[in-house]
């Protein structure tokens, strides 16, 4: 079980986050994960930065598997969740274009995206199963 200070720690050391330092702030990012800690109290979050225009707090789901696994499961984890409601936003995107307008140029856009997105799934997949 970590606590996150714990993560914070791991985030700091890990060679594959990016520093993204701040007036008032340290954060670490990589995977489309953010850990923030503020300089002045100490207070640290987690953010998941692949959700839309904004980044989102984790939810208390998400959240639990930083707890019990650590900074990289956590993320490995979060990003295949990340990966998947792509996948299925690219899916219903392929469904809409076939029973609507038919533009074969934009399906086949589409068809490439779902196998870029396919392909970077199975690669964190791995490293997640390498971790078990």
Do not use: C
Not at 16 to 44: C, F, M, Q, W
Not at 76 to 97: F, G, H, P, Q, V
């Amino acid at each position: 079980m970590y606590n996150l200070n714990d993560i914070w720690s791991q985030a700091y050391k890990d060679s594959y986050a990016i520093p993204l330092n701040g007036k008032g702030y340290e954060s670490r990012v990589v995977y489309g994960v953010k850990i923030v800690r503020d300089k002045s109290t100490g207070h640290i979050q987690i953010l998941n930065t692949m959700r839309g225009e904004y980044y989102h707090k984790l939810s208390f789901d998400e959240l639990d598997i930083f707890y019990q696994h650590g900074w990289r499961y956590g993320i490995y984890s979060l990003n295949l969740t990340n990966y998947l409601r792509m996948l299925d936003s690219i899916k219903e995107s392929i469904k809409a274009e076939v029973n609507g307008l038919n533009r074969l140029r934009k399906v086949k856009v589409l068809k490439t995206n779902r196998d870029l997105m396919l392909n970077k799934y199975n690669t964190i997949n791995n490293k997640l199963n390498k971790l078990k």
